[in-house]
């Protein structure tokens, strides 16, 4: 005496293997959504007045896991120059310690003084790149040069009393 007709079967076989591919694809989606989803972007601002031009770099992570963000250089270079010169990279003081721990779904922004790539005029083929490592993974930043629409970044203003 058989518990399942043998005529259903090959159905109740389909129908298990439908729920097994689409668990498994739940699975690999939930592994994704789980990890870091960082967003980065940096650019250049002229200095005005008695403020000397900066550097911003924002740094956003959606993911839902802490991610670990190292500093390497800032890396300028032009079609002219020699690609094994050491003055085109320097290391740029930013407002934070590194490596820095970004916990999830939290961004933050950091700045730090940039009158060489305020200054550093390449031509087209130039490359003006923040080297970084984020989450172990190396990323090369290109900055974005200075626009007229750009201001620095405001500072916090304490709360009216």
């Known amino acids: ?9 090959p ?3 389909a129908l298990s293997l439908c729920v097994s591919v689409l668990t498994g694809l739940l699975g690999v989606a939930a592994f994704r959504k789980g990890g870091p989803k960082v967003r980065t972007r ?4 002229r200095g005005s007045g ?31 120059s020699d690609k094994k010169d050491i003055e085109n990279s320097y290391m740029p003081q930013f407002d934070a310690e590194f490596p820095y721990r970004l916990p999830a779904n939290a961004s933050v922004q950091w700045t730090c003084p940039a009158e060489r ?6 031509g087209l083929e130039s490359k003006c790149l923040l080297r970084l490592t984020i989450a172990g993974r190396r990323r090369n930043l290109r900055i ?3 626009a007229p629409h750009r201001t620095a970044p405001q500072t916090a203003l304490p ?3």
Do not use: H, K
């Open 42 to 45: 940096c650019y250049a601002v």
């Open 159 to 161: 709360p009216l009393s």
């Open 1 to 9: 005496m058989a518990l399942i007709p043998t005529d259903a079967a």
């Open 117 to 122: 790539v305020a200054n550093f005029r390449g």
């Open 11 to 13: 159905t109740i076989a």
């Open 144 to 146: 974005l040069p200075p």
């Open 50 to 80: 008695e403020q000397p031009a900066q550097l911003v770099l924002d740094v956003t992570n959606r993911g839902r896991s802490e991610v670990t963000i190292n500093l390497i250089d800032v890396y300028m270079s032009s079609p002219w």
